[in-house]
């Protein structure tokens, strides 16, 4: 077991962690997710909690918090009447579908393989923040009928193989298909919703081995890290929504897709062992 003192030191990392998440959450409109699944990736390592089903930890554990988030934006979002709640009933069927087979697949896999994950698509969506044009454009309307049912799961099975939320693949896939920025990021946090709910109740089944599992850990969902985070986000996301409405948010996205990307490629030279 850690020491009391590298315990209080994890903590205060999470502590600052969580509230960069929220910030984050709130200005740019991308999912703490995808700050928080290293954060408790090098947290838990530090801590000496390894093996195989690291990732898994940190994924269910990232996917949990967004539970939290996803509602509070949601209803946040829904006071202001900027979410799309057509688009949630076309779309949530297919994305939580995706969610629910991403829990069978990340169960499956072992922590190299999900950090090679990770870091590939993270590169990906690095590179969409720092170089995609708001006017991009693939069509004027969300896809519907077979393209919908053919996109949307993708929606929720790559967001659970990265332990992020809606945001992330959500919010580019709205604007590309016109709709305006402020209703895409209302709505993308009901995508959040649909797809941490079933994964995270799939993860609380997925038994890990007691011997690299830290305390208060439920499946692989870990309370301790999961609470500390909650904590934090909920405190500092109406900063970010704040700062978001009062300055202009591109020159940060382009500063967070290097800072992103450098995460990404730490990830996936960690997945491949060099």
């Known amino acids: ?49 390894g093996g195989d089903q690291l990732m898994q930890l940190c994924l269910a554990t990232s996917l949990a918090t967004i539970i939290v988030t996803s509602v509070r934006s949601v209803l946040s979002h829904n006071k202001k009447g900027a979410v799309d709640w057509s688009i949630l009933r076309g779309w949530g069927p297919g994305i939580a579908f995706g969610a629910i087979i991403g829990v069978f697949v990340a169960s499956s896999l072992r922590s190299e393989a999900l950090q090679a994950l990770f870091g590939v698509l993270g590169i990906v969506i690095g590179l969409y923040l720092g170089f995609g044009k708001p006017e991009w454009r693939l069509g004027q309307a969300m896809p519907s009928g077979i393209r919908r049912m053919a996109v949307s799961p993708f929606v929720g099975f790559l967001s659970v193989l990265m332990g992020i939320g809606g945001g992330s693949f959500g919010v580019p896939l709205m604007t590309l298909y ?28 997925v038994p890990m ?59 996936l030279r960690k997945a491949v062992g060099w």
Request: charge should be positive; aromatic fraction near 8%.
């Open 209 to 267: 081995d007691p011997a690299t599992r830290p305390p208060l850990t439920i499946g692989t969902v870990n309370l301790v890290a999961f609470g500390v985070v909650i904590c934090m986000t909920l405190i500092t996301a109406p900063l970010g929504v704040r700062l978001a409405h009062a300055m202009d948010p591109k020159p940060l996205r382009r500063v967070f897709a290097v800072f992103l990307t450098l995460v990404a490629l730490n990830m």
């Open 178 to 205: 016109n709709t305006p920025i402020h209703r895409a990021v209302a709505t993308a946090a009901g995508f959040g919703v649909i797809i941490a709910v079933p994964s995270v109740l799939g993860f609380l089944f």
């Open 1 to 49: 077991m850690p020491d009391t003192m590298l315990v209080l030191q994890m903590l205060a990392v999470l502590m600052v962690l969580g509230a960069f998440a929220g910030v984050l959450a709130g200005l740019l409109g991308v999912g703490g997710g995808i700050v928080l699944v290293p954060a408790f990736f090098y947290t838990f390592q530090t801590l000496g909690y």
